[in-house]
């Protein structure tokens, strides 16, 4: 039986935007802690992220992007050098510090080493607790605290390096992921399923009808059961015509009634609910092939539980 592999690097928690950002190192403290004094972490495959080869990257963004920001984060250290500032705005939300570069290829790398460790059999499923996360990272622009799309690069890998036919995406942060989309669009052999909260940042999703995109836009304070009613019509079905060879989730927890960062209703009862539907797919189609990375989840303590609820599912703990 193969385990269930954490893929992470100690370079994710040198990436921070600055005092007080809610995307901070603490995150992926507060997963580890959770793991730790459950004992849901001494049943996994822990394994350290490689940086992400270029040439990966940029399966799913332009490479001017990716030379930009290297060159954003090499011209940072100059000017810190000089006794500039720590961090350079991309957005108003979005910061790079020196970290970023090296943080940012671990992330993607990540999900590349997962893929292929799930895909040789050697893994049965992985989950990556990764920052900076991805999902609002287009192809040719970084934007809304993502720099490259690990998910998108993860799903673009596992078609053109490994020759998978089709991959699915699900993507149940309560943003939309306008970045995964707009890398996908137009490529039928990957389905993304995803529902978010509507109307909210990045204000995409709910007025576009891709025909290899299932949207959902919910609106604010909808609950666990309203999800899961919705999933369960709407996602499940086209999943189960698509017959996904893999599926990768974009996993933000963000969703959560005690995040508020969004003011949706979900608990980690629903994220192990919505994982166990996923695997179930995913075993009937996908030889149970799932790598998920973490997107968003900004209150510690609910995003540690959240987290450890969608890995015991996955490690069938
Ligand atoms: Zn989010």
């Known amino acids: 039986m193969s385990a269930t592999g954490y893929f992470t690097h100690s370079d994710c928690r040198k990436h921070e935007m600055g005092p007080g ?6 995150r992926l403290d507060a997963i580890e ?89 050697d893994l049965a499923n992985a989950f990556c607790a990764v920052r900076p996360p991805g999902h609002h990272a287009e192809h040719n622009k970084a934007m809304g605290f993502c720099f490259f799309n690990n998910i998108a690069i993860g799903a673009k890998y ?12 699900v993507d149940f942060d309560v943003h939309h992921g306008n970045g995964t989309a707009d890398i996908i669009k137009g490529d039928n052999r990957i389905l993304m ?10 204000y995409t999703g709910a007025d576009t009808h891709e025909p290899n995109m299932v949207n959902l836009p919910v609106p604010a304070y909808t609950k ?12 499940i079905p086209r999943l189960e015509a698509f017959k996904p060879e893999m599926i990768f989730i974009s996993a933000g927890f963000d969703a959560h009634r005690e995040d508020d960062m969004g003011q949706m209703g979900l608990t980690e009862q629903d994220y192990a609910w919505i994982t166990q539907r996923i695997k179930d797919v995913a075993r009937r189609h996908a030889k149970g092939r799932i790598v998920s990375a973490l997107e968003g989840g ?10 450890e609820a969608h890995i015991r599912v996955l490690a069938d703990l």
């Open 21 to 26: 950002h809610p995307e901070c190192p603490a």
């Open 33 to 121: 802690d959770r793991l730790l004094i459950t004992g849901v972490g001494d049943a996994l495959d822990r394994r350290e992220a490689p940086p992400a080869p270029l040439g990966d990257i940029e399966l799913a963004h332009d490479r001017m992007l990716v030379a930009a920001i290297r060159g954003l984060c090499d011209q940072l250290a100059d000017d810190i050098n000089a006794g500039g500032p720590a961090y350079t705005q991309i957005d108003p939300d979005t910061a790079l510090n020196v970290h970023t570069w090296n943080a940012a290829l671990r992330a993607a790398g990540a999900v590349i080493a997962a893929t292929d460790a799930v895909l040789a059999g």
């Open 158 to 169: 596992a078609l053109e390096r490994h020759g998978l036919k089709r991959v699915a995406i």
């Open 193 to 202: 399923v995803s529902f978010f909260q509507h109307p909210f940042f990045p």
């Open 224 to 235: 666990g059961m309203d999800v899961r009613e919705l999933i369960e019509m709407m996602w």
């Open 298 to 307: 900004y209150n510690l303590s609910a995003l540690g539980r959240s987290v």
